[in-house]
Structure formats: structure tokens, C-alpha cells
């Protein structure tokens, strides 16, 4: 039931940058409802990337950013590296149903060519 | 450092109960704003949240799967547990349980647990 949708694959030779977007709705990302990225590498656990829409956590380069306009998101990774390839979520919040519901994008995969 | 660890079982039947216990460190579920929630991903598909508790033992859960999960605390054992009826194949996944730091809409899975697969046979 993902209601955030995503580009299946994206990819980039090393050192080029790539964007992954994200479109929601009026119910979640267009109400302004933040948007968090999670990067999930191969075989183990999602690990948060962005939070409120353009934060990066402590730890996390700079070549990560992220962006918000209207109903869609945006996280961009300039400079790509082969530890880059990996799996990336959104999600945010959406209120189109009765209670709490955390609502996470398809996920796109990063290659590295 | 804030770490978590879930476990429980690895194979359970359709029509049995799962439970699954997420143990911390590095934070209290009695701080303000402080919040666990459980999130699935069943192989080779994406994210899905379950169920969440914060520091006031308030609960939410997903409208889709309401009716089949209860989400507990106990503060003193640094646990957190998920149960889950009457399982189904569709069900098999892996289980994590993730810490916020802030319990509202806005909010963000700050550290995650390392997942516990969980299968499920017909």
C-alpha cells in the first residue's frame, strides 16, 4: 500500500551525481509533512539519511542532500562511489486514514557503473 | 549509544501468534518524546511500519493490520514487544524495531535494530 512513489533504479558512473525522487499527495508529502531517507546497503538494516527533508544526521557527507517542493521530495548524491549502491526509502506521514500511518516510497536502488 | 535488538522466532505456523521482543540500550522509554516503533520488509520488498509506543505508553498502529497487533513496554527491562495473530505466509519478513527521539507526525526512525527474519509456513 506504499502511497509514495519512486523510480525503481537509478545509476551513475563514479563521481557523477543522481536523484531519487519521491511524489506523494495532498495527504502526506503535499499537506508539508516531512520527509526522512533512509539508505539501506545490501544485507543489513535501513539507516537513516535525511530527516526533516534536508538534515543530515552527524556522520552522514555532504554529498547527500535533500529537498522538498509541493507534493514530492527529492534526495540527490553528487560525487557517486561504489559504496553508494544500495537501496534508498522515503517516507513520511499520511493522513488520508483514520490513526497514525507512517507510510514508506517503493525504494530505489543506486547502482555504480 | 543507542543500540536495539530484536528477537523471537524464526519460523512460526499460519494461524499462530508471533511475538517479538526489541531490547535497548542508550535511551529510556520513559524520557519525553521518546518513542519505538516495529517496522517489517518482507524479502525483496519494501518498508512497512507496524506499530509504534512512546515514553506515555500511548499506541498507534497501521489501519491495515490493526486488528492483529498489540504493541507493549516494559521500562524496566529496556524491552519493547510486538504481537502479532493469526499469521499467514504473506506475513514472512524481516522485523525491525527502530527508535525516535520525538513522537509526532514529523518523526524520524533514528537507530534501528538489525532485524529478525521471521518465516512463515502454510
Known amino acids: 500500500q506504499s502511497v509514495l512513489t519512486q523510480p525503481p533504479s537509478v545509476s551513475g558512473a563514479p563521481g557523477q551525481g543522481v536523484t531519487i525522487s519521491c511524489t506523494g499527495s495532498?495527504?502526506?508529502?503535499?499537506?508539508?509533512?516531512?520527509v526522512n531517507w533512509y539508505q539501506q546497503l545490501p544485507g543489513t538494516a535501513p539507516k537513516l539519511l535525511i530527516y526533516?527533508?534536508?538534515n543530515r544526521p552527524s556522520g552522514v557527507p555532504d554529498r547527500f542532500s535533500g529537498s522538498r517542493s509541493g507534493t514530492s521530495a527529492t534526495l540527490a548524491i553528487t560525487g557517486l562511489q561504489a559504496e553508494d549502491e544500495a537501496d534508498y526509502y522515503c517516507q513520511s506521514y499520511d493522513s488520508s486514514l483514520s490513526g497514525h500511518n507512517y507510510v514508506f516510497g517503493v525504494g530505489t536502488r543506486v547502482t555504480v557503473l | 549509544q543507542v543500540t536495539l535488538t530484536e528477537s523471537g522466532p524464526a519460523l512460526v505456523k499460519a494461524t499462530q501468534t508471533l511475538t517479538l521482543t526489541c531490547t535497548f540500550s542508550g535511551f529510556s522509554l520513559t524520557t519525553s518524546g521518546m518513542c519505538v516503533s516495529w517496522i517489517r520488509q518482507p524479502p525483496g520488498k519494501a518498508l512497512e511500519w507496524l506499530a509504534l509506543i512512546d515514553w506515555e505508553d500511548d499506541k498507534y498502529y497501521t489501519p491495515f493490520l490493526q486488528t492483529r497487533l498489540t504493541i507493549s513496554k516494559d521500562t524496566s527491562k529496556k524491552q519493547v514487544v510486538l504481537t502479532m495473530t493469526n499469521l499467514d505466509p504473506a506475513d514472512t519478513a524481516t522485523y525491525y524495531c527502530?527508535?525516535?527521539?520525538?513522537?509526532?507526525?514529523?518523526?524520524?526512525?533514528?537507530?534501528w535494530g538489525q532485524g529478525t527474519l521471521v518465516s512463515v509456513s502454510s
Open positions: 495532498s495527504s502526506n508529502v503535499g499537506a508539508g509533512y516531512d
Open positions: 526533516g527533508n534536508t
Open positions: 527502530a527508535q525516535s527521539p520525538n513522537t509526532n507526525y514529523d518523526l524520524a526512525f533514528t537507530s
